[in-house]
């Protein structure tokens, strides 16, 4: 087992299937993938959000269950992606005057920061928080610790989600028997893996297209500023297919990714005519024209987040994401929204090797499931087998030893060292966890 002890394992929940990746992190800092796995879902999510706990727990299950078998491991424990419809950013400020004129300090700080962390959100909590900025005086800092000032003004951004969101999360893996080694925001962690500093502090918006949902997150000073997730994504464009041309869902995503196109300046005037089931035909003028619609609505509605505030992204927008590789994305986004700087992020800044036999699904952008492996930093397998009872021979005693008395001391009870991990998440997870076992025992 000494090569699997350091054996990272990461679970996306996407719209279309769950997928699970086992890899291992080398000295370097780089990435090794041992194996990739994802299991179709129908109706189990929505939008990053989980409708069916048994479908999904299943799903796990069997993603799980393929990895252990072909890397002969027994998975305990998994770093686990939040994401969904209900994920967004929410800005708080806190305030502090102060009786004299003293120097901040690093509790006081921390202060503000729990009293921003108490702030109540209807149906929802906050999952992470980024410090923008403080406001001591009349002076904007980012550290104010040893200023003088009788008045702090702090100014954070809190991530928030849904109860429901994390607490389906934890049931479906609590039934599948896989413990949660620790929960990453999948935009913010994408964003760590696939944005340089440069980027992030120049100013961008990194704009994750989605089966399900888009994903907005807008970086300006190397923080993040802004984070929607719109319900619209590639799967709006393969339903407008199938209601228009009652197609099979399969054969509506195939002749999408073959045919597609994000933007067609003008109608050909020869259009050819792709064939489709039950002897049909549709013409390339007619799909470019629903696939177009379409993702105008999707361009505008990203468009409208970030318009405000496009003259500070000198970086511009950075697009990735499955129905990113749309043909002509770029030229789609520039042509509906008129600005310019548009790029497709290229690759991780971190090198990933790929191992021998390791199949990634086509079609789909695994860069999340990338970026959560990335962020785990400990093991996630069982390093035990099961012993197996040995018979031990019965040993004759003398007769007077048989028939006295002999009290053993009990042994105290030694508790089983368990693995460590990040534990930033530690609080809500257990109290969701508490939740539940209330409610089982009602």
């Known amino acids: 087992m000494g090569a699997e002890k350091e054996i990272i394992v990461a679970l996306e929940f996407g719209t279309s299937a769950i997928r699970a990746i086992a890899g291992k992190k080398k000295a370097d800092g780089n990435v090794q993938i041992l194996g990739i796995e994802q299991e179709k879902v129908t109706d189990a999510i929505q939008r990053g959000v989980i409708y069916n706990i048994d479908k999904t727990t299943q799903a796990i299950t069997n993603v799980t269950q393929r990895l252990n078998d072909s890397l002969g491991i027994r998975i305990q424990r998994a770093y686990v992606g939040v994401g969904g419809q209900s994920l967004h950013t929410a800005g708080n400020i806190v305030s502090r005057g102060l009786e004299t004129k003293v120097k901040i300090t690093p509790e006081l700080v921390d202060n503000l920061m729990d009293n921003n962390r108490a702030t109540q959100y209807t149906d929802s909590q906050i999952l992470e928080v980024v410090p923008q900025e403080y406001m001591v005086g009349n002076r904007a800092v980012t550290d104010p610790v040893g200023i003088q000032s009788d008045q702090i003004e702090a100014r954070f951004m809190n991530v928030v989600a849904r109860n429901t969101l994390l607490e389906n999360i934890n049931k479906c893996m609590r039934m599948a028997e896989i413990e949660i080694a620790d929960l990453f925001i999948s935009p913010l962690a994408l964003a760590d893996v696939l944005l340089s500093d440069n980027e992030k502090r120049s100013g961008c918006a990194m704009v994750d297209f989605g089966a399900g949902t888009t994903t907005v997150a807008v970086y300006i000073g190397n923080l993040l500023r802004h984070l929607v997730v719109i319900p619209l994504g590639g799967n709006n464009i393969t339903n407008d297919l199938i209601l228009t041309h009652q197609m099979e869902l399969e054969e509506a995503e195939s002749l999408k990714r073959k045919s597609g196109i994000a933007y067609v300046a003008a109608e050909s005037d020869n259009p050819q005519q792709l064939p489709i089931s039950n002897?049909?035909?549709?013409?390339?003028?007619?799909?470019?024209?629903?696939?177009?619609?379409?993702?105008?609505?999707?361009?505008?509605?990203?468009?409208?987040?970030?318009?405000?505030?496009?003259?500070?992204?000198?970086?511009?927008?950075?697009?990735?994401?499955?129905?990113?590789?749309?043909?002509?994305?770029?030229?789609?986004?520039?042509?509906?929204?008129?600005?310019?700087?548009?790029?497709?992020?290229?690759?991780?800044?971190?090198?990933?090797?790929?191992?021998?036999?390791?199949?990634?699904?086509?079609?789909?952008?695994?860069?999340?499931?990338?970026?959560?492996?990335?962020?785990?930093?400990?093991?996630?397998?069982?390093?035990?087998?099961?012993?197996?009872?040995v018979d031990e021979p019965e040993v004759e005693q003398p007769a007077k030893a048989a028939e006295a008395e002999v009290k053993v001391p009990e042994q105290p009870a030694v508790e089983e060292e368990k693995p460590k991990g990040p534990s930033r998440w530690k609080r809500w997870t257990q109290a969701l966890n508490d939740l539940f076992t209330e409610k089982e025992d009602e």
């Open 279 to 389: 002897d049909r035909s549709i013409s390339e003028n007619e799909l470019q024209n629903i696939i177009g619609a379409r993702e105008e609505e999707i361009i505008q509605n990203v468009w409208h987040q970030i318009e405000n505030i496009s003259d500070k992204l000198l970086s511009g927008i950075i697009i990735t994401g499955g129905a990113a590789q749309l043909k002509d994305m770029p030229e789609a986004i520039k042509h509906y929204t008129q600005f310019q700087k548009v790029k497709v992020a290229k690759s991780l800044i971190t090198t990933v090797d790929v191992g021998d036999g390791v199949t990634t699904p086509q079609g789909i952008s695994i860069d999340t499931l990338i970026a959560l492996l990335m962020h785990g930093d400990s093991n996630c397998i069982s390093l035990t087998e099961p012993e197996e009872a």
